[in-house]
């Protein structure tokens, strides 16, 4: 790379102007500022502009226009080449901005900084996300430009997988019509067919990577305390892969690791394998193990790692081709919040859970989502761990309701100064959301309606357990609760496999068993539609939506994580399935980076 080609990139960049503003409500000395760094920007005079700008972060820093000040102050910066401080006031408004025009714009002068740096590969991502979020006409065409500009000056740097997830079908066929043919002649055919998958453009590609044979590599704890977990789930995994075998003639070779229950093992093992070939990978089982190894692999991007178990939040940031089968916990609760506005109408909640932090996350996604769909929160109560009488709690939520006023523990006044009984007065709020333990649950449901208050009881899959299921009809008959492991006794899948696990192991289906059946079951759905190599693989997966399993639909949202959450109800001792929820919500894509040449 030339430095002459890095001034030309840089240029063009830092005299893009970032795009209409409006700073109505700004104090006038403010917009005065800012107008005049913009004029200073625009006569080059980059030196005086950068402290102005500046100063607007410093001194105006609680002002909701503050990434755009950052935006312009990393501008200057681009334009006086002082490239690390620019990519910090890039970086630094890209996490404060939620407009989307900004963040492109942002992506696409950070972008330039870095190649300006030596940071190729960052840059490259930055271009890429710039151009797929782009909505004005020069920044697309800039940003399009600069992804040309890096492949044909380095012949290294590959195109990235991650931010190409998100790309609408217009957007791959535009892609792969300019790049296409570059990325064959660099060894990267496997990138362009996924590219190219229902698009025009023909592509003269290589033969493929693994047209009868792929190789499978999961990772499960096949000795130590989860051994028994690891082979429920390895047995759906073996079924799977032999039915494959036996429908389609191709083979699927699986390579099999035993990560011993032990994230340091299961890190160690990846690392250890890591620069074996194999085409995709299930498991590990539990979510710290899936963080282990996801942080080892984060170098194959092109290779997908489904996770059949694992339910904590955010594993699918891990990496760009980490896929979360199990709707993870947190959308789990922001979907309970959805079904409890759009569907039972509730206005008011309260929340009351443990203090652990799986939980507390759990409560918080669900207070969040109940308020952005406009209910209220009325309060958020934590009890410990350990607690077995909730009397305390369940008579400060009735206090609240009610409008009471405590002089004493356990006494109450109401609005005239009577003393009350806080067991019997009944307490009214539209829904409680309750996600715990069974253990505790077992104990906390019967208490609520013993203090007589009154509301959907709305929790986590924990309800499902037999402990709940056989309380009273009383206190369970305004029970809704969100479940990814219940099987899907409705579809054909489970049948089919109970079918075959009865003749192999003569017993009932697990529900570990069923995950790992699906998991290999989604990778053969999309294998048969023609995939040829691993990138191809992970593109298709990105875009799965209504896959029948054993254990309810897969749909993966922009984060790759299942969205797809059965709700239940507890009628006659059962749950009871009433649905899927609907609007569960998905974050964005976050690209994949690294800062090396």
């Avoid at 199990?326 to 929340?351: F, I, K, Y």
Wanted: hydrophobic share 45%; with cysteine; charged share 20%.
């Amino acid at each position: 790379m030339t430095l002459r080609s890095i001034l030309l990139l840089v240029a063009v960049a830092s005299a893009l102007p970032v795009g209409a503003v409006d700073l109505v409500g700004e104090p006038a000395n403010v917009r005065a500022l800012f107008a005049r760094g913009e004029r200073l920007l625009e006569t080059n005079q980059v030196d005086e502009a950068r402290l102005v700008f500046d100063s607007l972060v410093t001194f105006h820093a609680d002002s909701p226009n503050r990434d755009l000040w950052l935006t312009n102050r990393g501008r200057a910066e681009l334009r006086a080449t002082r490239f690390s401080e620019a990519i910090a006031s890039f970086s630094l408004a890209l996490s404060t901005t939620s407009s989307s025009r900004l963040r492109s714009e942002l992506h696409f002068h950070r972008g330039n900084a870095r190649y300006a740096m030596g940071y190729a590969r960052a840059a490259m991502s930055d271009f890429v996300v710039s151009w797929r979020d782009s909505r004005r006409r020069e920044l697309t065409e800039l940003a399009l430009d600069a992804v040309v500009a890096v492949l044909d000056s380095l012949p290294r740097v590959a195109l990235p997988i991650g931010p190409l997830l998100g790309l609408s079908q217009q957007q791959r066929c535009t892609l792969v019509e300019v790049v296409g043919d570059r990325l064959v002649q660099r060894g990267q055919g496997d990138i362009a067919m996924g590219l190219a998958v229902g698009c025009s453009k023909p592509l003269s590609l290589p033969l493929s990577r693994f047209p009868d044979s792929v190789r499978l590599a999961v990772f499960l704890p096949f000795s130590g305390p989860l051994a028994d977990f690891g082979d429920q789930l390895w047995r759906g995994v073996l079924l799977a892969v032999e039915l494959y075998e036996a429908e389609t003639g191709r083979s699927l070779d699986v390579a099999l690791f035993d990560t011993q229950a032990d994230p340091v093992t299961a890190a160690r093992i990846a690392k250890e394998i890591s620069d074996r070939d194999f085409d995709a990978a299930i498991g590990p089982l539990t979510s710290d193990a899936a963080i282990a190894v996801a942080g080892v692999l984060t170098d194959r991007p092109e290779t997908p790692f489904l996770l059949p178990a694992a339910s904590e939040g955010g594993l699918t940031a891990l990496g760009p081709s980490v896929f979360q089968l199990v709707p993870n916990l947190e959308l789990q609760a922001a979907a309970m919040a959805t079904h409890a506005v759009s569907v039972l109408g509730c206005d008011s909640a309260v929340v009351l859970t443990a203090t652990e932090p799986l939980l507390i996350r759990q409560a918080e996604a669900f207070a969040a989502r109940f308020r952005s769909l406009g209910g209220t929160v009325v309060m958020q109560r934590y009890y410990r761990s350990r607690d077995r009488d909730f009397g305390p709690y369940l008579q400060d939520i009735k206090a609240t309701l009610n409008g009471w006023v405590s002089v004493d523990d356990g006494v109450y006044l109401n609005a005239v100064g009577d003393t009350l009984d806080a067991q019997t007065i009944p307490a009214t709020v539209d829904c409680l959301y309750l996600p715990g333990a069974g253990a505790q649950l077992r104990l906390l449901l019967p208490q609520i309606e013993f203090y007589n208050i009154s509301g959907w009881r709305l929790g986590n899959d924990a309800f499902g357990d037999d402990a709940i299921l056989n309380l009273a009809d009383n206190v369970t008959s305004r029970v809704i609760f969100p479940s990814a492991l219940s099987a899907n006794e409705v579809g054909g899948a489970y049948g089919r496999l109970a079918t075959m696990y009865g003749i192999r192991y003569d017993g009932p289906v697990s529900r570990l068993t069923g995950l790992g059946y699906d998991a290999v079951s989604l990778l053969a759905a999309v294998l048969n539609e023609g995939v040829d190599n691993s990138a191809e693989l992970v593109i298709r997966l990105n875009s799965v939506a209504g896959f029948e399993g054993t254990h309810g639909t897969i749909s993966f949202n922009a984060m790759r994580e299942n969205r797809e959450i059965p709700l239940y109800k507890i009628a006659n001792k059962q749950q009871e399935r009433i649905g899927l929820s609907g609007l569960t919500p998905s974050r964005e894509t976050p690209p994949s980076v690294s800062e090396e040449n």
